[in-house]
């Protein structure tokens, strides 16, 4: 199995699409070169910000088809997330993934009929992660999204390492840091848990992380990849001046609907993402006048580009 672990900033990126909410796969190439200008080096595609939940299995196999052409013309890793209520589907997602090259795939467990013990959220990890088994696979973990809750992540390694040989840890979208310094400090900290709350990243590498993966890095990469810079030189008050400037911006976007208020912000700055797609609602052109002033009133325009 190829060797991966996450570093720095992976971009959870969004799912291009045209006016209509039809796939636009043109806009991939100019989404990553926009991305990659801003010093990301890594995405993962098809997750919570890539709208999952709202494209068909074929959309997300054409996604994952595009992103493999695009990534290495842009010098950039590709970790396709493969989860799905239909664990078939998510198979063949991962399939596909692995097919094409992707250093990685996540999954979130099926959330509709959620897994009822440690045991079901193992085999259910297990029957997607053998259909990529070349491909590291990381348990993808967010219970603000899922509802999935009361399956600790370090017990979660402990107990499938043995049941998935690709397993190489946990994309930890969830707030809980204690369980988090737990599952990090299991088997010497082999196992690679990147971390997925944008607002508390400062305080997940006081607990051991190494690196992020995020929606905010979309548009916004430049505080946190100061935080890093500064943490590593021990500038306690400079990483937590720039870990400051990433709340504001999530408040901003979020009393608009975070979602298509993000894809709103990404088309403001050139990148034609198109809109979010229902339920997620967007801010008409007036709201998203109204969003640019607040963004541009706290600086936001001088902190990345």
Known sequence: MPSFKFTGLCTATHTPFHADGALNLDAVALQAKFLRSHGITSVFIGGTTGESSSLTV??????SDRWAQVGPDTDIDVVVHVGANCLTDAAALAARAERNQAKAVSMIAPSYFKPRTMAD???SCAMVAQAAPR???????IPGM?????????QFLEQAASRIPNLAGIKYSNPD???YRKAKALAGGNFDLPFGVDELFLSALQAGATAGVGSTYNFNPGPLQRVIAAYAKGDLAAA???QGKVQPVVDILAKRGYMGAAKALMNHLGVPLGPA???N?????????KMIGELAAIGFFSWNF
């Open 135 to 141: 491909t590291p696979f990381y348990y993808y973990d």
């Open 58 to 63: 074929s959309e997300r196999l054409d996604l």
């Open 121 to 123: 959220l193992i085999a």
């Open 281 to 289: 609602g967007n801010p008409d052109a007036a709201e998203t006048k």
């Open 177 to 179: 840091l204690a369980a």
């Open 146 to 154: 899922t509802g999935i809750t009361g399956f600790p992540a370090d």
């Open 240 to 242: 937590q001046a720039e």
């Open 277 to 279: 797609r229902l339920p």
